[in-house]
């Protein structure tokens, strides 16, 4: 997983190494928004992704063994699904809010 999000970090270094050598300023300023905003995103919803699969696995098997506790143990798959919201506010801010 780690190997994978550091390829995924070193594939960006060319693309933003040749939007540095332009000559328009902002364009460089709106590319690199847009790639930050896309990276938040993107790693927001790995991890997103990470937390639902653990939580909705050890959920599902407490929820087998005692019947009782599935109702409490939603709020674990709904904190884990606000890591990937938080990560779309943070995008959006990155693109409308950042100067």
């Not at 300023?25 to 790995?46: F, H, R």
């Not at 699969?53 to 143990?73: D, N």
């Amino acid at each position: 997983m780690r190997a994978l999000a550091l390829l995924a970090l070193l594939s960006l270094i060319p693309a933003l190494h040749a939007q540095a050598a332009s000559a328009d300023p902002a364009g460089n300023v709106a590319s690199a928004k847009a790639w930050a905003a896309a990276a938040t995103m993107g790693l927001s919803a790995l991890g997103a992704g990470y937390a639902l699969a653990k939580a909705g696995a050890a959920a599902s098997a407490a929820a087998a063994e005692r019947p009782e506790v599935a109702g409490r143990l939603l709020i674990y798959l709904v904190l884990g699904e606000g890591l990937a919201i938080y990560g779309l506010l943070i995008a959006i801010l990155i693109i409308f809010a950042v100067k």
